[in-house]
């Protein structure tokens, strides 16, 4: 990611970072959230109480405070600092990181990567690094998820962006998707959820290490 999207993206998360603490997540949203925890609890009865899920991208901690609610431990990465202060002030353990560049923990260390509307800013010729070393710090049982608005093939910043700022965006048809996340995953599932009258797709998947 170059320094001046990046710069655009870190300025739009921050100045919004608290508008996004308040606003209620769509229930889609926490649907998918529900179905992915229901994934982790039956993984969790297998391998043991001890849990450890890294959050990519994690915003305000929403959904990190869930994860840390099911006595999971959590660790936060995003880019904006001031997300990362809402994610440590609800108790979490949040750095400031540029999640596009190599991932500093160690290898298979990971019984769970999470990713809710954070790969969609990654430029597609970044996507294959950033996935593998998802792969690199996840456990050979653990588990992935991966959720991001697509539907079309896109690249670029995005003129009709509901935000009004022409965020960067990097958007997938399902196939397009699907075959990227395959190259470095097995896909236990893949759901895709037209929004606003088909305008464009949720897309969302669990992913394991191939066997």
């Known amino acids: 990611m170059d320094h001046q999207t990046r710069s655009h993206l870190q300025q739009f998360y921050d100045e919004d970072a608290l508008k996004q603490n308040l606003r209620e997540a769509e229930d889609w949203k926490l649907q998918a959230r529900e179905e992915f925890a229901e994934v982790l609890r039956r993984r969790r009865l297998a391998q043991g ?15 990190a405070h869930f994860w840390s609610q099911q006595s999971i431990e959590v660790i936060c990465l995003d880019f904006s600092p001031e997300m990362v202060k809402l994610c440590q002030g609800k108790g979490l353990t949040a750095h400031v990181y ?4 190599s991932l500093n923990f160690e290898d298979s260390s ?42 079309r093939d896109f690249e670029g910043p995005m003129m009709d962006d509901p935000s009004g700022q022409s965020r960067f965006f990097a958007l997938y048809t399902d196939d397009g998707l699907k075959k990227i996340l395959s190259e470095f995953f097995r896909i236990v599932s893949f759901a895709s959820l037209d929004l606003q009258n088909g305008r464009y797709k949720f897309q969302s998947a669990v992913l394991t290490l191939p066997s």
């Open 49 to 63: 109480s001890s849990y450890r899920l890294l959050e990519l991208g994690s915003g305000t901690g929403r959904d």
């Open 110 to 151: 990971m019984n769970a990567v999470y990713c809710m509307n954070s790969l969609l800013h990654v430029p597609k010729k970044q996507l294959p690094s950033v996935l593998t070393e998802i792969r690199r710090v996840l456990m050979q049982d653990g588990v992935f998820y991966c959720g991001v608005y697509g539907g």
């Open 98 to 101: 540029d999640f596009t560049q």
